[in-house]
């Protein structure tokens, strides 16, 4: 069983930054591909970023590329999503989840684990 508890969303102006951040129990946290998924109001859940096991290696959404860096420190269990340049419909809550496995995954119904979410809401 892994928690994950994400933090750092906020209310933010657009062209601002936010980092957040998920925190994971348990000792496993490196045999887990991480990714990031939005939920806007009304709209589905939606793939943002994700990050394999190792680091090594990510993948982003186009609507966000450029603007957002996925990393994961092992060591501290915990994943991040560093957000610059955001816009209005960047508002969301903002899901980290994990999968057990050794590639990259952009299917939230791949993932085996998520949490309760952060809210972001980007001002215009």
């Known amino acids: 069983q892994v928690q994950l508890v994400e933090s750092g969303g906020g209310l933010v102006q657009a062209g601002g930054s936010l980092r957040l951040s998920c925190a994971t129990s348990g000792r496993a946290f490196s045999s887990y591909a991480m990714g990031w998924f939005r939920q806007a109001p009304g709209k589905e859940r939606e793939f943002v970023a994700t990050i394999k096991r190792s680091g090594g290696s990510t993948y982003y959404a186009d609507s966000m590329k450029g603007r957002i860096t996925i990393s994961r420190d092992n060591a501290k269990n915990t994943v991040y999503l560093q957000m610059i340049s955001l816009k209005p419909e960047d508002t969301a809550v903002y899901y980290c989840?994990?999968?057990?496995?050794?590639?990259?995954?952009?299917?939230?119904?791949?993932?085996?684990?998520w949490g309760q979410g952060t809210q972001v809401t980007v001002s215009s």
């Open positions: 989840e994990a999968k057990s496995g050794g590639f990259l995954y952009i299917r939230t119904y791949e993932y085996d684990y």
